[in-house]
């Protein structure tokens, strides 16, 4: 009897434990290959975000010089030093020369060609401004109720849409108040470098020049062939690639 016992508290120990096995397997299989897919999808963003930055740099780079180049590490170059001689003078518009690979070169830069630089290589990110501004309170008459509404107008926002009406008409008071808006604003980041590398492979992208004119530009994902990397010794990480951009159209759209 007290053999009988000590086997069915032995296997009772043994079960449990082969449950708590099985809990965690289940765990690993649900939430591991989830976690790799959002890693798969995050670095395909990434290197795509990479290409098109690339690319836009090939843009500008030929609206200075009237061609491409697959050179990509000397326009990245190219196009910021040009930036920062607008930085260092504002007058630097029109016909202009630079110093590239130990030549001088004729370069046009046009009128508002460092604002769209600005604009292009920025990321976007929510924020609030706070100001000071004088509010008006004025009474506005509702056409449907036939009553008088107390409303408040913004000096820059409303002066233009009550002109005609309540701007001449009756104002009770007038304050100075904070007024607290949800904008966008833009963080540049400079065109430094690790832009030429996969951020999945760390190999460079690929870039060539082709056409008659050289004038089609050809931005690759050194992934060709598809790329695997083994995971927690059961799992894979896979990526077919992550597609090309040829003169501004991007594969993957």
Known sequence: ??????????????????????????????????????????????????????????????????????????????????????????????????????????????????????????KPYAARDTSLAEVYTALELNLETGEWDTVFLAENKDRYKYADSLWEGVILDTAVDTIIEKVTKFKHFNLVDSLLVCPLTEKEYQVSVKGKEMDTVIIHSPIRGGYKERKYFFFTFRDTGHGFIMNGEASWE
């Not at 079960?15 to 289940?26: E, Q």
């Not at 989830?34 to 290197?47: A, G, L, T, Y």
Request: charged share 25%; proline share 2%; no cysteine.
């Open 1 to 122: 009897m007290q053999e009988e016992q000590y086997y069915n508290e032995k296997w009772s120990f043994v079960i449990k434990w082969i449950a708590v096995i099985l809990f965690v397997v289940l765990l690993l299989v649900i939430f591991v290959p989830s976690n790799i897919w959002k890693d798969e999808n995050s670095m395909r963003q990434r290197s795509q975000w990479k290409m098109e930055q690339l690319w836009d740099a090939q843009r500008m780079y030929k609206k200075l010089t009237g061609y491409y180049d697959s050179d990509m590490k000397g326009v990245l170059w190219f196009v910021s030093a040009v930036r920062d001689s607008i930085l260092a003078d504002s007058d630097y518009t029109g016909i202009q020369k630079i110093v590239y690979k130990g030549k001088e070169v004729k370069i046009t830069v046009p009128a508002f060609w460092s604002t769209e630089y600005d604009t292009v290589f920025s």
